[in-house]
T-cell receptor, first 114, second 114 residues
Framework: DADVTQTPRNRITKTGKRIMLECSQTKGHDRMYWYRQDPGLGLQLIYYSFDVKDINKGEISDGYSVSRQAQAKFSLSLESAIPNQTALYFC?????????????FGPGTRLTVL | GDSVTQMEGPVTLSEEAFLTINCTYTATGYPSLFWYVQYPGEGLQLLLKATKADDKGSNKGFEATYRKETTSFHLEKGSVQVSDSAVYFCALRAYGGSQGNLIFGKGTKLSVKP
């Protein structure tokens, strides 16, 4: 089984709808991250969490919210989806500081907002 | 702020050709540097890293040397294979307000033809 899983893998929705993307990990890592990937723009950090009680905004948090339900679960919500949120979303985990410890990525969720 | 600049892609090579993907960075202090690879349909995975000047990271035939004098971390491989076709991301560990999170370049797509 994969260490970092994301559901759903693909989602098509309409403008204004609320969407939740879920991430689960079995690596026992405290740190979890949500990234967005757009063609030609690389990865941009949306939110990150160092433990269940610690949530931090990344560089592009506007329009997104997160919930850390447990050490192993980190959900990303789009309260009212808009077309420019169409992108590939990745969840990642690490054992410690991202620069000192390898980040492990999930397979991604492809979201299309019509 | 801290940033990473990669050469524009896509890069198309024939099997057994020599590969270089350029990466330069801007950062305060002495960042750690990374190359991540994303195979089609998958999340990113760490390819190699270097944590101080003149360090060489290597893995799967790929190499990159941390050059402080030129602020570069170019990725090289002497003989590419079709299975190396992927998107390659250069990244650095940020300091300060980003609490050690990774900053990614925009990615370079490599296609290797048989």
């Amino acid at each position: 089984d994969a260490d970092v899983t994301q559901t759903p893998r693909n989602r098509i929705t309409k403008t204004g709808k609320r969407i939740m993307l879920e991430c689960s990990q079995t690596k026992g890592h405290d740190r979890m991250y949500w990234y967005r990937q757009d063609p030609g723009l690389g990865l941009q950090l949306i939110y990150y969490s160092f433990d269940v009680k610690d949530i931090n905004k990344g560089e592009i948090s506007d329009g997104y919210s997160v919930s850390r339900q447990a050490q192993a679960k980190f959900s990303l919500s789009l309260e009212s989806a808009i077309p420019n949120q169409t992108a590939l979303y990745f969840c990642a985990t690490s054992a410690g500081l991202a620069g000192l410890h390898e980040q492990f990525f999930g397979p991604g969720t492809r979201l299309t907002v019509l | 702020g801290d940033s990473v600049t990669q050469m524009e892609g896509p890069v198309t090579l024939s099997e057994e050709a020599f590969l270089t993907i350029n990466c330069t960075y801007t950062a305060t202090g002495y960042p750690s540097l990374f190359w991540y690879v994303q195979y089609p349909g998958e999340g990113l995975q760490l390819l190699l890293k270097a944590t101080k000047a003149d360090d060489k990271g290597s893995n799967k035939g790929f190499e990159a040397t941390y050059r402080k004098e030129t602020t570069s971390f170019h990725l090289e491989k002497g003989s590419v294979q079709v299975s190396d076709s992927a998107v390659y991301f250069c990244a650095l560990r940020a300091y300060g307000g980003s609490q050690g999170n990774l900053i990614f370049g925009k990615g370079t797509k490599l296609s290797v033809k048989p």
